[in-house]
């Protein structure tokens, strides 16, 4: 029961992104880089030249300020560092600058400013994935302007001590930053489960919860408990709140390498890994294997297709750290949000539903062909049990011609990602062709329920909680029941331990995930049978929406209180 004190407490709520509770003063993000006042002009007689130059070097520095952030971050933080550094370096946002200061006399930074207008809006029109890139064009205008007028950078605020961060939104650069020995927990007022910011606080291992209203008006200094499971934040929490999250925090879990339910039903806990560097800490961390091995790293920040050799060598680096296990590698999933100026276009109206993934290999099939051979060539010189798969099928012809292709290749295990609601609604004929299927929860939920993952408005949508989601995984596993084909799910839903414990009583056979979140989903998945599971399953499906599937899972789990999750 709570005592008085409890009952009287100011709660605020979000959507719990990344489990886990910690308590600590409020810092808040620093105010934005001011917007340079509007019509600001040069000097007659100032060098329209050299003006233009500072802005090159502006930019350059803050290219360079990103790539040291990147070289000291790994995993998904360097992915998203390298990914704003890209855009930093890219001339496009720097010559409209340039071009408005020689012909227009504008003062450099408005400038600045004003080309970025011009590129968000462009972006912005597009919508879908290239949508999300404007909060990544705004991050580096803001570099180039602070460093142009003497202002404080963006970024994550320093401290002397410990402190929950709060933001109205953090750019994928601020997240990607962030210190978990000095921020142990995040707060924010925009996004959604699936945002950068979600992800990346779930990689780290800091509990956080988005969606908050109000969350930027706590003042700062305030203390404040947040539970990244349950969504909520507690305003001044007692002593004994503060104490029994500092005792679970300090619970160190670890994961022996089995997973498994109470009753002994295996169900292999893999990695998803997305550069070579981070398939060590992943094997270290006990994964059995990984589940998606993203190849995107190899081709991003290119202006032309790695070689075959390149990939090779970068593939093995992967196989090598998983001798004798099982690693699921990816296809290139270009397009989208991870647009190539060699193999997609830029003028699509709706990137997300363009020529993504697989369909990029309609037009351009040596890309794929040449990837499939690196795969081979690199499977061969290692001991890895090496499937591949494809991302983006609709289809069941798109099905069989990828089969094809892998075992023209020598790739005996050929497989495909189920993202598209077609995909899942035709798994049983599907599956008589494709050795296996792997379930991308977050892109079959934006599919199914219409809902854009970065938007913080439709962040309730966004959670594959939704039971028609569900749904659309249960049918998928009977696919492949149908044909005695495994279901995995790599996406964002196998590492919350709730939601995992229902996709197994759905029927998925193995569950990929950020290694960090291995011992939380071994942990609860041990406490519970298989019966338990499908009836967990069932209660999820049969909800009337999200958030009464996942209370009702939840309330029937009391070792996600225990094991503060």
């Not at 590698?329 to 020529?355: M, Q």
Request: charged share 20%; hydrophobic share 45%; net charge negative.
């Amino acid at each position: 029961m709570p005592t008085d004190d409890e009952t009287q407490q100011r709660r605020l709520t979000g959507i719990g992104v990344s489990p886990g509770r910690a308590s600590g003063p409020v810092v808040a993000m620093p105010d934005p880089v001011a917007e340079p006042p509007a019509g600001a002009t040069l000097a007659p007689d100032a060098d329209l030249d050299q003006a233009a130059e500072r802005i090159a070097t502006a930019a350059h520095d803050a290219q360079t300020e990103l790539e040291l952030a990147a070289a000291r971050a790994s995993g998904a933080a360097r992915e998203v560092l390298e990914t704003t550094a890209m855009m930093a370096a890219d001339p496009t946002l720097v010559a409209a600058a340039q071009r408005l200061v020689r012909e227009t006399r504008l003062e450099p930074a408005r400038a600045v400013w004003q080309a970025a207008a011009g590129v968000i809006t462009q972006l912005a029109a597009l919508g879908g994935y290239m949508a999300e890139r404007t909060r990544d064009v705004a991050d580096v205008r803001d570099r180039i302007v602070a460093a142009l007028t003497g202002q404080a950078p963006p970024g994550v605020p320093h401290s002397d001590h410990p402190f929950v961060l709060v933001a109205a939104d953090l750019s994928p650069a601020d997240t990607a930053t962030l210190d978990p020995d000095r921020v142990v927990a995040l707060v924010t007022r925009d996004g959604g489960p699936t945002s950068h910011t979600a992800i990346l606080a779930r990689a780290l291992g800091i509990p956080a919860v988005v969606g908050v209203a109000g969350a930027t008006t706590v003042p700062a200094g305030t203390v404040v408990l947040v539970d990244g499971a349950a969504g909520t934040v507690t305003l001044d929490p007692t002593a004994e709140q503060v104490a029994q999250a500092a005792a679970l925090a300090a619970r160190v879990r670890t994961f022996d390498g089995a997973g498994r339910t109470s009753d002994g039903h295996r169900v292999p806990l893999l990695a998803n890994v997305g550069r070579p560097d981070g398939a060590q800490a992943a094997a270290d961390a006990g994964a059995e294997g990984v589940g998606l091995f993203r190849t995107e790293f190899c081709f991003l920040d290119r202006t032309d297709a790695p070689s075959v050799p390149e990939q090779v060598a970068q593939y093995r680096q992967v196989l090598a750290a998983f001798s004798g296990r099982k690693v699921v590698v990816r296809t290139l999933d270009a397009g989208a949000d991870k647009p190539l100026p060699f193999l997609t276009s830029s003028t699509e109206p709706n990137p997300a539903l363009g020529v993504r993934g697989y369909r990029t290999s309609w037009r351009n099939p040596e890309i794929l062909e040449d990837q499939l051979t690196a795969i081979a060539q690199a499977a061969e010189a290692e001991t890895a049990d090496v499937w591949v798969m494809a991302p983006m099928i609709a289809t069941v012809d798109e099905t069989s011609a990828f089969v094809e292709r892998c075992h023209a290749h020598g790739l005996a295990t050929a497989g495909v990602m189920v993202e598209v609601p077609s995909a899942a609604l035709s798994s049983s004929q599907i599956l008589r062709h494709a050795a296996f299927a792997s379930i991308g929860t977050n892109d079959l939920t934006q599919y199914a329920m219409a809902a854009d993952r970065m938007l913080g408005e439709l962040a309730p949508l966004s959670t594959a909680w939704q039971p028609a989601v569900l749904q659309l995984v249960a049918a998928t596993c009977r696919g492949g029941e149908q044909n005695d084909r495994p279901v995995g799910v790599c996406g964002e839903a196998a590492a919350d331990p709730a939601l995992a414990v229902v996709l197994v009583g759905l029927g998925v056979a193995t569950l990929s995930m950020t290694a960090r979140a291995l011992p939380d989903v071994a942990a609860v998945l041990g406490s519970v049978t298989l019966a338990t599971c499908r009836e967990l399953a069932a209660l999820a499906t049969g909800a009337d929406s999200a958030e009464a599937a996942r209370q009702g899972v939840r309330s029937r789990l009391p070792v996600l209180d225990e094991l503060g999750l």
